[in-house]
Nanobody, 120 residues
Framework: QVQLVESGGGLMQPGGSLRLSCAASGSIFRIILMRWYRQAPGKQRELVAGITSGGIANYVDPVKGRFTISRDSAKNTVYLQMNSLKPEDTAVYYC??????????????WGQGTQVTVSS
């Protein structure tokens, strides 16, 4: 089993910055993909950004140029640097790791979620 622990959420004024972290522990064979999702009240969970094991990152349009996803492979940790925050970024943010096990089976694991609130 793999456990993901998130940290770094909180309350921030518009235009401010926050950095989220998500660290994985447990039986990890190979991490294929790390992603951040978010879910605002009354809305479906949506993808925010992803990064491959090779370091290729992609973003959804609303966060391009403001958010940066990065990873520390040695620590099995993914980060989301969020700059120029807007009220519409308010949501619970979840990390997701796609992990390959020794039997070549892919499994998805989720963090517990961390609240990000952007408000003056």
């Amino acid at each position: 089993q793999v456990q993901l622990v998130e940290s770094g959420g909180g309350l921030m004024q518009p235009g401010g910055s926050l950095r989220l972290s998500c660290a994985a522990s447990g039986s990890i064979f190979r991490i294929i993909l790390m992603r951040w999702y978010r879910q605002a009240p009354g809305k479906q969970r949506e993808l925010v950004a992803g990064i491959t094991s090779g370091g290729i990152a992609n973003y959804v349009d609303p966060v391009k140029g403001r958010f940066t996803i990065s990873r520390d492979s040695a620590k099995n940790t993914v980060y989301l640097q969020m700059n120029s925050l807007k009220p519409e970024d308010t949501a619970v943010y979840y990390c997701n790791f796609r992990v390959l096990d020794p039997s070549a089976v892919l499994n998805d694991y989720w963090g517990q979620g961390t609240q990000v609130t952007v408000s003056s």
